[in-house]
Every structure is written in C-alpha cells, then in structure tokens.
Nanobody, 124 residues
Framework: VQLQASGGGLVQAGGSLRLSCAAS????????VGWFRQAPGKEREFVTA????????GYADSVKGRFTISRDNAKNTVYLQMNSLKSEDTAVYYC??????????????????WGKGTLVTVSS
C-alpha cells in the first residue's frame, strides 16, 4: 500500500483544516488506517485511527471532540477533519496503515505502511 498525505498548511488558532490520505496498491479497505503526528523534538504520537469498515474509531485524548476521522473506501481515501486547532497541534502529520493490530494497539511501531507527512502549523 502506498499512502500520500495532503492538506496541511498554516492556520490560525481556532481554525480548521482537513487532511487527506490517498492510498494505492493493495486493497485499501483491508487495512486499519491511522494518523500520527510528530512535533519538533518530540516522538511520533498516535492521533486517531479508523477500522476498515469505518465502524470503529479511536482518538487520542488530546484531540477528542475536535478531530474527526473518516474514510471512503471507494475513493481509497481517509480524511482527518481538524477543528478548533491549537498551537500544540503544530506538527508533521502522517497517515499509516496496519493489517494486524486493532485500534487499541495502534502505535507507530506497529504500522506496516507510512505516507510522507504533511506539515500543519497553527499560529497563536
């Protein structure tokens, strides 16, 4: 599976952005897809994930109520809608796919495929 994240940019605090993760290659719908982010000087952290059917979702506490993940398997795309952005959301955002681990076990080290990141900068 090849993944390509897009949609990052510069936004003011309180604003919104929507990231997209487009997939190609193997059957995308078989994979759990997650978003991770990495801020300067920090480790890559889990943000959110969605099951292949879209029925199971997981969010980091820091983004609950503000971020929403969704997927369209017909378009081989996963979306991350980010609202009420804060300066601490500034990071490079990566999408990743995993075939073996459930959402509860989503960690950077468990992912099988990664896309190149997209930078999100939130100005205060």
């Amino acid at each position: 599976v090849q993944l390509q994240a897009s949609g990052g940019g510069l936004v003011q605090a309180g604003g919104s952005l929507r990231l997209s993760c487009a997939a190609s290659g193997r059957t995308f719908s078989n994979y759990i897809v997650g978003w991770f982010r990495q801020a300067p000087g920090k480790e890559r952290e889990f943000v959110t994930a969605i099951s292949w059917s879209g029925g199971n979702l997981g969010y980091a506490d820091s983004v609950k109520g503000r971020f929403t993940i969704s997927r369209d398997n017909a378009k081989n795309t996963v979306y991350l809608q980010m609202n009420s952005l804060k300066s601490e959301d500034t990071a490079v955002y990566y999408c990743a796919a995993n075939h073996n681990y459930p959402i509860s076990a989503m960690r950077a080290g468990n992912m099988d495929y990664w896309g190149k990141g997209t930078l999100v900068t939130v100005s205060s």
